[in-house]
C-alpha cells in the first residue's frame, strides 16, 4: 500500500499555543483516520474524514480532508497539557491501515 | 466500543526463546489484527487473525516466525519466535468496532529482548 507522509515529526509549543499535524499521500484516499497515543498508552482513535473537503470539530480539535482527498490536518487551538502525545494518521480500510510516522507534541507548562 | 485485554503487558526475553501473547476481546469479532511498533516509530501490520482460517500476514512477516492462532471469536495469540533483539517493540491487539472502520488497541505487550 502506499505511504502517508506526515509532519512535522516532533513539535514543541508553550501551552495555549495553536498545533497543527499535516498527512500527504501521492495517491488519492478513501478516507483517513487520526489516532491518539499518550506517552506509554496505546493508540486512541480519534475521527474518521470521508467526504472530500470535509471538515470536522472535537472540542479544540479540528480535522480537515483536502478537496483532492489527497491530504488532511490535524489543529489544535489553545493547547494544553493534556494534548501531549503521539498524533497519528492512518489510512485503509477493515482493519489494515498504514500509518503515518506519526508527530510528537509536547506542550511546556 | 470493544474492550481489549492483552497480556503479558511486558516481559525481557532472552535472545532464541519465544513468547506468546494473548489477546482477550469482550464480544465477538470476525477480524483481530496484529500490529507491531518498533521503539519510537509508528505502528505495522503484522498480519490479520480470521477465525477458522490462517492469518493472513502482511509483506515482510512470516508465519515461522509470529504464528497466530485464532480458536475462536473473542481470542487470538501471537507468538514471536526464536526472538532477537531486533524483535524488541510493543505488540498491539486490535480489532474494529462493530460497523465501523476504527480501530480499537490493547493496551500492548512491550517485549525487549536481551
Known amino acids: 500500500g502506499q505511504q502517508v507522509m506526515q509532519i512535522p515529526q516532533y513539535q514543541h509549543v508553550q501551552e495555549g499555543e495553536d498545533f497543527t499535524t499535516y498527512c500527504n499521500s501521492s495517491?488519492?484516499?478513501?478516507?483517513i483516520q487520526w489516532y491518539k497515543q499518550r506517552p506509554g498508552g496505546h493508540p486512541v482513535f480519534l475521527i474518521q474524514?470521508?467526504?472530500?473537503?470535509e471538515v470536522k470539530k472535537q472540542k479544540r480539535l479540528t480535522f480537515q480532508f483536502g478537496e483532492a482527498k489527497k491530504n488532511s490536518s490535524l489543529h489544535i487551538t489553545a493547547t494544553q497539557t493534556t494534548d501531549v502525545g503521539t498524533y497519528f494518521c492512518?489510512?485503509?480500510?477493515?482493519?489494515?491501515?498504514?500509518f503515518g510516522k506519526g508527530t510528537k507534541l509536547s506542550v511546556k507548562p | 466500543s470493544a474492550v481489549i485485554s492483552q497480556k503479558p503487558s511486558r516481559d525481557i526475553c532472552q535472545r532464541g526463546t519465544s513468547l506468546t501473547i494473548q489477546c482477550q476481546v469482550d464480544?465477538?469479532?470476525?477480524?483481530m489484527f496484529w500490529y507491531r511498533q518498533q521503539p519510537g516509530q509508528s505502528l505495522t501490520l503484522i498480519a490479520t487473525?480470521?477465525?477458522?482460517?490462517?492469518?493472513?500476514?502482511e509483506s515482510g512477516f512470516v508465519i515461522d516466525k509470529f504464528p497466530i492462532s485464532r480458536p475462536n471469536l473473542t481470542f487470538s495469540t501471537l507468538t514471536v519466535s526464536n526472538m532477537s533483539p531486533e524483535d524488541s517493540s510493543i505488540y498491539l491487539c486490535?480489532?474494529?468496532?462493530?460497523?465501523?472502520?476504527?480501530?480499537?488497541f490493547g493496551s500492548g505487550t512491550q517485549l525487549s529482548v536481551l
Open positions: 492512518a489510512r485503509g480500510s477493515q482493519g489494515n491501515l498504514i
Open positions: 486490535s480489532v474494529t468496532g462493530t460497523g465501523t472502520e476504527k480501530l480499537f
Open positions: 474524514l470521508v467526504k472530500s473537503g
Open positions: 487473525a480470521n477465525q477458522g482460517s490462517e492469518a493472513t500476514y
Open positions: 464480544s465477538q469479532v470476525t477480524m
Open positions: 495517491t488519492t484516499l478513501s478516507n
